[in-house]
Structure formats: structure tokens, C-alpha cells
């Protein structure tokens, strides 16, 4: 899951995908926490992305701009913001059966480095219409822990 592509409209950008977070069983709700590195010119940018997913009768969360991601790594509370929250990342998918939506958090590495060296991690997303909570699971934490070491050590 820990991958890395090239093109030359942006470059290259290395990326954990798919990184779902485990879900209580019959949940409302599924939420991933992918992280990236983009090169812009010289520099690395990284950033984490909340991806949503939840039926059409339970609709979106709908994250604002602001502080909307808040991950606690073995107690430590750390804050992502969002520039735009999901306004324009949201839509019906799968015959409209289905609410997605994503938004984007600039990160630092330091705050990369934190979260995989923790050994409970707690991730909460917060949006207008709920607040959804999960933990990371041995996978996430293996699959985090290899993005930051090959890409923001």
C-alpha cells in the first residue's frame, strides 16, 4: 500500500493508499487516512486525506475548512487543518447509493514521525452533521509506520 508514482504534469508522489481504518461491525460509517509526499520544485509537502464513505441515508459528514482531523498518538493530541474541508470533494456514488467524501490536511514530518512511532493512535473526524471516531489497527500501524520510514524520516 506504500507506493510511488511519476508523471510529468506533477512529478513524482509517494503515497499510503487505502489505509482503512477499522469500523465496529454494521458500521455507518468507513473512514480511510491516506498520507502523500508531493514534491513542489525542491520541496516535500506531505499530507494526510480523510476519505468518507457512508450510505445514502446516513449522507455526508460534511467537513468544513478549519480544524476538522484530530489524531491522539499515545495521549498526545495533534490538530490537522484543512484548507477546504470536503465542499468540493463531495458526491453520490454507486447509483447514488452511496455518500463519499475527502479533504485534505497539510502535515508536518515531525507530526508523521509521531503517529508512527505511537503505539495507540486514535483519529477522530469532524464534520457539520457528526463526529466520527476510530483507532488504528496493527495493519494501519505497519502500513503508516512504512510510509514514514521510507518517505519522512
Given at each position: 500500500?506504500?507506493?510511488?508514482?511519476?508523471?510529468?504534469?506533477?512529478?513524482?508522489?509517494?503515497?499510503?493508499?487505502?489505509?482503512?481504518?477499522?469500523?465496529?461491525?454494521?458500521?455507518?460509517?468507513?473512514?480511510?487516512?491516506?498520507?502523500?509526499?508531493?514534491?513542489?520544485?525542491?520541496?516535500?509537502?506531505?499530507?494526510?486525506?480523510?476519505?468518507?464513505?457512508?450510505?445514502?441515508?446516513?449522507?455526508?459528514?460534511?467537513?468544513?475548512?478549519?480544524?476538522?482531523?484530530?489524531?491522539?498518538?499515545?495521549?498526545?493530541?495533534?490538530?490537522?487543518?484543512?484548507?477546504?474541508?470536503?465542499?468540493n470533494?463531495?458526491?453520490m456514488?454507486?447509483?447514488?447509493?452511496?455518500?463519499?467524501?475527502?479533504?485534505?490536511?497539510?502535515?508536518?514530518?515531525?507530526?508523521?514521525?509521531?503517529?508512527?512511532?505511537?503505539?495507540?493512535?486514535?483519529?477522530?473526524?469532524?464534520?457539520?452533521?457528526?463526529?466520527?471516531?476510530?483507532?488504528?489497527?496493527?495493519?494501519?500501524?505497519?502500513?503508516?509506520?512504512?510510509?514514514?520510514?521510507?518517505?519522512?524520516?
Amino acid at each position: 500500500k506504500v507506493m510511488s508514482y511519476h508523471d510529468d504534469y506533477s512529478g513524482t508522489t509517494d503515497m499510503l493508499v487505502d489505509n482503512e481504518l477499522p469500523s465496529p461491525p454494521q458500521p455507518r460509517e468507513v473512514i480511510w487516512l491516506d498520507a502523500f509526499r508531493v514534491f513542489k520544485g525542491t520541496q516535500r509537502v506531505f499530507y494526510l486525506q480523510a476519505r468518507y464513505l457512508a450510505t445514502a441515508e446516513v449522507g455526508w459528514v460534511e467537513v468544513e475548512p478549519g480544524v476538522s482531523l484530530v489524531i491522539t498518538a499515545d495521549g498526545e493530541t495533534v490538530r490537522f487543518v484543512s484548507a477546504t474541508g470536503s465542499v468540493n470533494r463531495r458526491e453520490m456514488i454507486r447509483g447514488r447509493k452511496f455518500a463519499k467524501e475527502e479533504a485534505l490536511y497539510e502535515a508536518q514530518p515531525d507530526q508523521l514521525r509521531k503517529i508512527a512511532q505511537a503505539k495507540q493512535v486514535k483519529v477522530q473526524l469532524k464534520g457539520v452533521k457528526g463526529l466520527i471516531e476510530r483507532e488504528f489497527g496493527p495493519k494501519n500501524h505497519a502500513d503508516f509506520r512504512a510510509f514514514v520510514g521510507r518517505f519522512a524520516l
